[in-house]
Each structure stands twice: as structure tokens, then as C-alpha cells.
């Protein structure tokens, strides 16, 4: 059962590091197929609903899954060392669904004419992508996207019920 609760995290892992990649072309518009910018034409109203409905969809699965009450129900249904690696999985569905349907507003909202000026915002937004990813080792990469978990079960050893990454204290 460990190899298989591995494996399963693993992939999970692999599916989300390819979503997320895949986020920022689509974000950037870098040579993907679908961008922030493109997709089905409509009017103003269906592109707010659909977007609004996509986003809130993302939130929901976010903030239901991350609830102690949902998570002990959860671990009730799937092994304990399986619990992160699905949070995961179903997080990065949410957001490829996003990204898969995702409407773009009709209207040019900004534009940058200036081609230096354009660059450097290209530039600012892959840093701002970068603060992304390496703030998650901050805390603990590996236990956030479920392979510590998986890695531990694997090992034999005990899966801690609370994250181990560092919060926050208030002052």
C-alpha cells in the first residue's frame, strides 16, 4: 500500500508541477495553445459570469478541503498518507478546468505599447512567479504538495495530523 500511496502522490505532484507551468504560459501568453486572452468569444456579462463561476469553483474546493471538519471526514474515506496528494490533485483539476474554460473579456483592458516597457513587465510578472515557488520552500514544499506525506508512509514512518510549516504569530 505505500508504493501505491507514492506513486499516487507522486503523480499527483507531476500533474500539479505541469498545471502549474502550463498557469503561467497561459498568464503570460508563452507559446500555449490557450492564453488569459484567447479562447471563445462572447459578451462582456457571460465571459464575468463564467470567470467569476471558475474562480469561485477554485476557491470553494481551496477553502471546504482545507477545514479540519472536511479533513477528518476525509481521512474517514481515503488513507491518511492519500489526504494531501488528493487536496492537490483536486486543487490542480480546479485550476485546469479554469484554464481550460476560461472566457476572455472581450475588451482590451490595458495595453502596453512601448516594447521595453512591455518586457519589463513580462519580467516582473515571471519574478513575481518565482517569489510563487520558492515561498513554498520557505514553509515546506514537499509537505504542502503531499510528498512528504507519501514519502513517510513509504518509509513506515508516522505522518503528522498538522502540517509542520511554520504560521505566522500574531504580535
Known sequence: MGAMAFLYGAIS??????????AIAFVGGF?????VDSGAAGS???????????????????SVMARP??????????PHSAERPTYVLLATAALALLLWQWRPIPEIV???????LAAGFTGLSLVGWLIVLLST?????FELFGLY???????????????????P???
Open 137 to 141: 520552500f520557505m514553509i515546506s514544499h
Open 13 to 22: 505532484y507531476l500533474i500539479f508541477l505541469a498545471v502549474f507551468l502550463y
Open 69 to 78: 471538519g472536511f479533513k477528518r471526514w476525509w481521512t474517514s474515506v481515503i
Open 31 to 35: 507559446g500555449v495553445p490557450k492564453t
Open 169 to 171: 504569530t500574531a504580535r
Open 110 to 116: 490595458w495595453r502596453v505599447a512601448d516594447p521595453q
Open 44 to 62: 462582456l456579462a457571460e465571459a464575468l459570469i463564467i470567470d467569476v463561476v471558475l474562480l469561485g469553483l477554485f476557491a470553494v474546493q481551496h
Open 149 to 167: 506525506q507519501v514519502i513517510m508512509n513509504l518509509l513506515g514512518r508516522a505522518i503528522p495530523s498538522a502540517p509542520c510549516w511554520p504560521t
